[in-house]
T-cell receptor, first 115, second 113 residues
Framework: DADVTQTPRNRITKTGKRIMLECSQT?????MYWYRQDPGLGLRLIYY???????NKGEISDGYSVSRQAQAKFSLSLESAIPNQTALYFC??????????????FGSGTRLTVV | KQEVTQIPAALSVPEGENLVLNCSFT??????LQWFRQDPGKGLTSLLL?????REQTSGRLNASLDKSSGRSTLYIAASQPGDSATYLC????????????FGTGTKLQVIP
């Protein structure tokens, strides 16, 4: 099994629909992240969480919400999807960074299309 | 503000050639630098991580170096193969309590058989 698992892998949804992307990890990391990737714009941080009770907005949080259900689970919701949220979404985990030894581990991504 | 630049944006080489990918960053106060590979429409796979106290890391045909003082890292790929074709991204971990990561926009590599 992958260290970081995202579901679904692909999703097509209609404008205005609510959709949830899920992420689970077996790395044992406290820190989890949601990124979106768009051609030419690189990776942009949506939300990040340092533990179950610590959730923070990233660069582009408008239109998104998250839930950290457990140390291993972090879900991303689009409350009312719009076409410009069409993108590749990634979940990632990391260690605390104090030792600088582990770095980031990414899931395989969810390709979301909003029509 | 940390800025991470990868030049060139795209590179095409014949199979068997040795090549170097570049990553530059503006703030030398980093914790580590990580190189990733991304195949089209796929996730990021970690290739190498260099801690701030290290100068280089090696894995198979890959060698990554880090020069903090000049704000540069290079990824050396020996004897390139068509299967190496992908986009390569570097990511710099830096900053205070949050230890933010800034990603480069990547170099798209094509190895021609």
């Amino acid at each position: 099994d992958a260290d970081v698992t995202q579901t679904p892998r692909n999703r097509i949804t209609k404008t205005g629909k609510r959709i949830m992307l899920e992420c689970s990890q077996t790395k044992g990391h406290d820190r989890m992240y949601w990124y979106r990737q768009d051609p030419g714009l690189g990776l942009r941080l949506i939300y990040y969480s340092f533990d179950v009770k610590d959730i923070n907005k990233g660069e582009i949080s408008d239109g998104y919400s998250v839930s950290r259900q457990a140390q291993a689970k972090f879900s991303l919701s689009l409350e009312s999807a719009i076409p410009n949220q069409t993108a590749l979404y990634f979940c990632a985990t990391s260690d605390t960074g104090r030792t600088g030894r582990e770095g980031y581990t990414f899931g395989s991504g969810t390709r979301l299309t909003v029509v | 503000k940390q800025e991470v630049t990868q030049i060139p944006a795209a590179l095409s080489v014949p199979e068997g050639e040795n090549l170097v990918l570049n990553c530059s960053f503006t703030d030398s106060a980093i914790y580590n630098l990580q190189w990733f590979r991304q195949d089209p429409g796929k996730g990021l796979t970690s290739l190498l991580l260099i801690q701030s106290s290290q100068r280089e890391q090696t894995s198979g045909r890959l060698n990554a170096s880090l020069d903090k003082s000049s704000g540069r890292s290079t990824l050396y790929i020996a004897a390139s193969q068509p299967g190496d074709s992908a986009t390569y991204l570097c990511a710099v971990r830096h900053g205070g309590g949050y230890q933010k990561v800034t990603f480069g926009t990547g170099t798209k590599l094509q190895v021609i058989p």
